[in-house]
């Protein structure tokens, strides 16, 4: 199966990099905040984003966690009274941005592996184009991508197959040619819409079992897809 492939499209928070340990503690300090020292302020924030916030942990079920950026935006627009929405969405922007969130492993390292076993290489998020590209450059990693794109970049947000045939376009490839690797239910749905092939990892929120039946295979991070691919035999 995996010889076929010519194109991995990942998806970011979770699979790029791991979910609780980059975005539980920046949330929480957002959310304190945002509610400007007003705790039932800030504990229906929490509970309405199914964010733990003693522990300083998202709930699986947490919306946050496979959301957009608008659904997010909409999420705690209600609970910030005096506030518009432009400048809930300014204040959310510039907090995303101001996040440097952890890489599962030397993700520049990772994509020229693959970019050196002639494979295509995107990132597909549901957060802002504007923060992925923050994210990756931090890394070093931006310029070994082929495709990156977000909820706003103009092809729909996951679970729908947009991104995923978007990026089929830009590289001239689809169907099986692509695997889609992701760490959420959103991720896996949108690679099979698409007919791609769907790669889970375990380094979000989201367990093997939950992740499993709509996936191709299981790895438990990035690091090992280019054992999975062959490219460690090349």
């Not at 510039?94 to 970019?115: E, G, K, M, N």
């Amino acid at each position: 199966m995996t010889a076929e492939i010519k194109g991995v499209l990942f998806d970011k928070d979770g699979t790029l990099h791991g979910f609780q340990e980059s975005w539980g503690a920046p949330y929480l300090a957002l959310l304190q905040d945002l509610a400007q020292g007003d705790r039932g302020r800030l504990a229906e924030m929490a509970r309405v984003t199914l964010f733990d916030a003693e522990a300083g942990r998202f709930h699986p079920g947490s919306p946050l966690i496979a959301g957009t950026f608008d659904e997010a935006v909409d999420l705690l627009a209600p609970h910030l009274p005096g506030r518009s929405r432009r400048e809930t969405v300014e204040r959310l922007e510039s907090w995303a941005l101001s996040i440097r969130p952890r890489p599962v492993t030397d993700l520049a390292a990772l994509f020229a592996r693959l970019r050196r076993g002639g494979l295509a290489v995107g990132v597909a998020t549901n957060d802002a184009e504007s923060a992925a590209r923050s994210h990756l450059a931090a890394e070093l990693a931006a310029g070994l991508i082929d495709f990156i794109c977000g909820s706003d970049s103009g092809f729909g947000a996951k679970p729908a197959p947009g991104m995923v045939e978007a990026f089929g376009h830009a590289t001239g490839l689809g169907g099986r040619q692509l695997a889609v690797v992701g760490d959420s239910l959103h991720d896996l749905t949108a690679g099979r819409a698409a007919g791609a092939v769907t790669v889970a990892v375990l380094t979000g929120v989201a367990g093997r079992e939950e992740l499993a039946p709509h996936a191709d295979h299981v790895l438990p991070d990035i690091a090992a897809l280019p054992g999975w691919l062959g490219l460690d035999r090349a």
